[in-house]
């Protein structure tokens, strides 16, 4: 048996935060802004995740009005997620992603992503693709007020 989930994250860039996509720390100037560590990759994997399973979605199974996230790293909330699918006797066949950033330039940092998921999702990272997009200067991304990330997942039970 199959499941697909869809995911998709998105948060504003900000002064004097780290940048951590795909729990990989990224030199940038600007991190993004949020209850956690904002990791806009993870968030949009969790939610893709959390809907093949029709668990919902971060906001209901990590409240930002929970002060237990505060600053927390979203690798260990990934882990949580995929505890949560496994229960439900899923394992993740693949996953598919998107990264939209207008800068920094993503390329050398994908594969460190890549290896950082296939462990929190205990799977190969055969079955991880992360891609990163610029969106040629238009819209929150391409006018760098922020980052956006789109998540597919195929569970197989």
Same mark, same amino acid.
């Given at each position: 048996?199959?499941?697909i989930g869809f995911g998709y994250d998105a948060h504003r860039l900000i002064?004097?935060?780290p940048l951590i996509l795909g729990g990989v720390a990224v030199p940038y100037e600007k991190g993004l802004d949020g209850h956690s560590d +904002? $990791?806009?990759l993870i968030h949009a994997i969790? $939610? +893709?995740l959390l809907g093949a399973i029709g668990e919902g979605d971060i906001g209901k199974a990590f409240p930002d009005t929970d002060p237990k996230y505060l600053g927390c790293d979203s690798r260990m !909330?990934?882990?949580e997620t995929i505890a949560l699918v496994l229960s439900k006797g899923y394992q993740v066949g693949n996953l598919d992603?998107?990264?939209c950033a207008q800068e920094p330039k993503l390329r050398p940092y994908i594969d460190s992503m890549r290896s950082f998921l296939a462990v929190d999702l205990l799977t190969d990272i055969a079955n991880i693709s992360i891609k990163a997009k610029t969106e040629e200067g238009m819209g929150i991304t391409g006018t760098k007020?922020?980052?956006t990330a789109h998540a597919v997942v !195929? !569970?197989?039970k």
């Open positions: 048996m199959f499941r002064e004097g935060r +904002a $990791d806009v969790i $939610d +893709a !909330l990934l882990r992603s998107t990264i007020e922020g980052m !195929l !569970l197989e």
